[in-house]
């Protein structure tokens, strides 16, 4: 089984309800267990700022399937709970992003593992610290270095805990 982390976001709508449908729809595929999740985190836009608030989380999740077909499983999520294609960095009800696939790096015009900005978003970087403090990204730096060291990008903030969604484990 692999360990990867999903960074789940939405800003239209019923923010929360969006990223609790997604982990339960994810949940009840046969070849993914969400293991955890962070708490919700409320976020300021990046790139096209005169938008709405983003809701964020992270997710852990043990998957026997391949990155690419991962992929494709959270697009499919993503256009069930209504994603369509907009704007780069635009509103959106859902985003489900592959963040990191065990220690795998993978380059492709269509998939980039570790995310190709997750360095650089404090949005992502903060949920997935709640999960994992003493991870190290590529290329080996702790997450709380890189985080100490990224400049203000607005607020990041803590919610409260992921509510339960259906079929979930939040051990």
Request: proline share 9%; with cysteine; glycine share 6%.
């Amino acid at each position: 089984m692999a360990v990867v982390y999903l960074g789940l976001g939405s800003n239209i709508g019923d923010r929360e309800q969006h990223l609790v449908r997604a982990c339960g729809l994810l949940h009840q595929h046969p070849a993914i267990a969400v293991q955890n999740v962070s708490s919700l985190y409320e976020t300021a836009p990046v790139g096209l700022t005169a938008q709405d608030a983003f809701l964020n989380a992270v997710a852990r999740v043990h998957t026997t399937l391949r990155p690419e077909s991962l992929l494709a499983i959270t697009q499919a999520v993503e256009s069930r709970l209504g994603r369509e294609p907009a704007i780069r960095w635009g509103p959106r009800v859902i985003d489900v992003d592959l963040l990191l696939y065990d220690a795998r790096q993978i380059r492709r015009p269509f998939l980039d593992i570790p995310h190709k900005a997750l360095n650089q978003r404090l949005f992502v970087l903060v949920p997935l610290s709640e999960l994992e403090p003493n991870l190290h990204l590529p290329p080996g730096e702790p997450i709380r270095q890189i985080i100490a060291a990224l400049p203000d990008q607005g607020d990041v903030t803590r919610l409260g805990p992921f509510p339960p969604f259906a079929n979930g484990n939040r051990s």
